[in-house]
């Protein structure tokens, strides 16, 4: 959520920022709606103090003898007012709350206007691999060397599912632990989180209201208040790590906090897939590394660019062909205040596909999750900083790297990074 002083001393500058990310910033409603409050609010407490005076004065009229049977009719109708005004103000609170839940983040400054043709490629790693055989298309390798079983995988859960079978299966446990221990060295602590959370959850990431459509959602449960009654399945582990520290205030000395969680992603991926995005592109459900910063404003660019050297880092050390992206406005998502994409080199695809977002929310998510850090010299409270990188997902990453690594034989190198984690194996046949 974004500052709402900012929005009441500088709303024609908001207005123009959220105008590159593709926003148009409804002022006037939100002016009615917050003067609407802030005057109901005065009402409402200049009756409480009326009759916390009259209340206390009544006892003495009494003892003077004095009838204040209209006194305390007039006392009644002060609290019948308080009660109407409370619940209209609990009505507008909600319908402002609503609308400021609505506003995306505001984009960085230096980040180009617009969406996805105004990208920017910053850096390219490594070459396109150069064939002098007919490759093949990664659904053809994993199903020629038994690595993916995609007909069971439908048949087990429908469209958009696959089954890792043997050395399928093997590989994909090895890009996870290479990951895992990239990041365990840097110092991250490690998290598995439920995979089941609650609305609160997706809320405070900023993924809800908006995107509740693109969850896959379970039937209300007898535990918990309203919607957090009904529970969904984690979409990615940044919905859970951002909650962590909701509704509480950390010491400065605790930050900056590096967490890291594997848990598979559960995607409705609503519409049709287009034709060169069959196999593991986009599926349902799929493996990935989060990884997750909270820190103080001042140390939020360097967190930044070390979740984005990090996710780098793990591609570079596979070997593949890769390229870093900075995102225009429009094309980070409501959340986040900026965000880089690592893109991996599919060669069926003729292009780049992306296998981690580092994006940084700044104090947009603590806003909502209501999460703050104490100065330990001043004793005062600021909003955390939230950032978020995938380190890495593995369903691009797996086909990048059959494609890429395929040789004329049939056979498929894998990287020497993943050999320990396949038993000093050297090729997938």
Not at 142 to 158: M, P
Not at 195 to 217: C, I, M
Not at 323 to 333: F, G, H, N
Request: contains cysteine; negative net charge.
């Amino acid at each position: 959520m974004i500052d709402v002083q900012l929005l009441r001393e500088a709303p024609e500058a908001i207005q123009k920022s959220l105008a590159n990310k593709g926003y148009k910033l409804d002022i006037e409603t939100f002016k009615r709606l917050d003067d609407q409050r802030r005057g109901l609010i005065q009402q409402v407490e200049e009756l409480k103090a009326l009759r916390n005076r009259v209340s206390a004065e009544i006892p003495q009229l009494k003892r003077q003898g004095e009838d204040v049977t209209a006194t305390l009719e007039k006392m009644r109708e002060v609290g019948d007012q308080i009660k109407s005004l409370d619940a209209e103000l609990a009505s507008v609170s909600d319908e402002r709350e609503r609308f400021l839940a609505s506003i995306p983040n505001l984009p960085d400054e230096d980040l180009a206007p617009g969406g996805k043709e105004n990208n920017e490629v910053i850096a390219v790693y490594g070459t396109a691999p150069h064939f002098d055989f007919e490759p093949l298309h990664h659904v053809d390798l994993a199903e020629r060397l038994h690595l993916i079983d995609y007909t069971r995988g439908a048949k087990l859960a429908g469209s958009g599912h696959w089954v890792y079978t043997g050395d399928g299966a093997r590989l994909e446990w090895a890009l996870l632990n290479y990951f895992v221990d990239t990041h365990l060295r840097d110092g991250y602590q490690m998290i598995l989180p439920p995979h089941l959370l609650n609305y609160r959850s997706g809320y405070t990431a900023g993924q809800f209201p908006k995107f509740e459509d693109d969850v896959f959602w379970l039937e209300a449960s007898e535990t918990g208040e309203g919607r957090d009654r009904q529970s969904f399945l984690l979409p990615t582990a940044e919905t859970a790590l951002v909650n962590l520290y909701r509704d509480e205030i950390l010491d400065e000395s605790e930050l900056p906090k590096k967490f890291f969680a594997f848990t598979p992603c559960y995607r409705r991926e609503a519409g049709s897939y287009r034709a060169d995005e069959r196999g593991m592109i986009r599926g349902h459900q799929f493996n990935k590394i989060e990884l997750f910063q909270y820190c103080r404003p001042e140390d939020s660019d360097a967190a930044f660019e070390e979740l984005v050297n990090k996710a780098a880092s793990l591609v570079e050390g596979l070997g593949l062909h890769f390229q870093l992206v900075k995102l225009a406005a429009e094309d980070c998502s409501a959340s986040m205040a900026r965000t880089s994409d690592i893109e991996i080199f599919i060669p069926s695809m003729g292009g780049f596909k992306e296998v981690s977002s580092a994006s940084n929310a700044r104090a947009y998510q603590a806003r909502r999750g209501n999460m703050k850090f104490r100065r330990a010299e001043s004793g005062k409270t600021e909003y955390l900083h939230t950032l978020n990188a995938s380190g890495l997902a593995t369903s691009r990453v797996f086909p990048a790297l059959l494609e890429q690594c395929q040789e004329a034989d049939g056979r498929v190198r894998i990287p020497e990074v993943l050999r320990p984690y396949m038993g000093g194996q050297t090729h997938l046949a």
